[in-house]
């Protein structure tokens, strides 16, 4: 296969405004030799993001701007990145330069000896304090042990599809999206390449614990039905463990004859609190399932755009 193919590069952004030049300054000379897109998606942005965008993109026809309305999220920006794009295969990565673009050839590389999907692997996050090493790794390891779709670890959106992947994702109908989900669940040839995980160029990550763990929540909920079989676990280990307070207390009074300095406390105590964690506990993942299905008979669109340039 020759470079006569297209190669999309779907690159999502929330106020980078400094990180576009040094993005473009490493990320051109490495697609040159190709025929290529950029599309950059900008998810809200509030500062000066759009503009600095504009003005590359009247230079070069090459790179593409879409302005969504308000801030969607992340996936929702790389959905809509991917229905705009024209390539046989699509590459998605992030503005804040921790993707280097010097990896894509090889990514490209690995396409053309047939992979459908070639992941960016993080060999090394020496770069990453401890607490951000930590969540990602529990992050992997939640999801993985309660999701029915493996996702491999240390792989973040930095990834290359084909063509017949990204025309699959865009006809789902699902709204609420966990694409590194999607992406691995139709099961295709995978291969990998491997990196070392730089330092953001500029600015401050958008990734707070609170939204890893939401989006956690998110990949797991849209894979998976074991929340729901392990809340009617807790059900029955809550039932057994009342049971055996009961039995155990019986026991301690009309046999041993050992009284509580409070007849009743301890049983009732540790009785009420465990059944109602369990209880608030299931709630909530009955909840997650409830709402993810009040969100999709909303039917409402992914993203609203605001402005298009060279689409």
Not at 131 to 160: C, E, H, Q, W
Not at 263 to 271: E, N
């Amino acid at each position: 296969m020759t470079n006569t193919f297209l190669l999309s590069i779907v690159i999502p952004v929330y106020n980078e405004e400094n990180n576009i030049d040094p993005l473009l300054k490493r990320l051109l000379p490495v697609v040159k030799g190709f025929n290529y897109e950029i599309i950059f998606v900008s998810d809200g942005s509030m500062d000066n993001t759009n503009e600095k965008i504009k003005s590359k993109a009247k230079i070069n026809p090459k790179i593409k701007f879409i302005s969504l309305q308000r801030n969607f999220g992340h996936q929702n920006a790389l959905t809509c990145g991917y229905n705009y794009t024209k390539g046989d295969c699509v590459i998605t990565m992030d503005a804040d330069l921790q993707d280097p673009p010097e990896i894509i050839s090889q990514m490209v590389e690995k396409w053309k000896q047939g992979a459908h999907i070639v992941y960016a692997k993080r060999e090394k996050r020496d770069v990453d304090n401890f607490a951000k090493k930590l969540t990602a790794y529990l992050f992997y390891k939640f999801i993985n042990f309660l999701s029915d779709t493996p996702i491999p670890t240390d792989v973040g959106d930095y990834r290359l599809i084909d063509r017949e992947i990204v025309d699959f994702l865009n006809n789902l109908p699902e709204k609420s999206r966990f694409l590194r989900g999607l992406v691995a669940w139709g099961g295709h040839p995978a291969s990998f390449v491997y990196f070392k995980r730089e330092k953001r160029f500029a600015g401050e990550t958008h990734y707070t614990f609170s939204k890893m763990l939401n989006f956690a929540l998110q990949g797991i909920t849209s894979f998976s039905v074991k929340p729901l079989r392990l809340s009617t676990y807790f059900g029955f280990v809550a039932s057994f463990f009342s049971i055996f307070v009961i039995v155990s207390k019986s026991i301690q009074h009309f046999i041993l004859n050992q009284g509580d300095w409070l007849p009743g406390w301890a049983s009732l105590f540790f009785s009420i609190v465990f059944l109602g964690g369990v209880q608030l506990i299931t709630i909530g993942i009955i909840g997650e399932y409830v709402g993810k299905i009040y969100q999709e008979i909303q039917n409402r669109p992914q993203y609203l755009i605001k402005e298009k340039i060279n689409l």
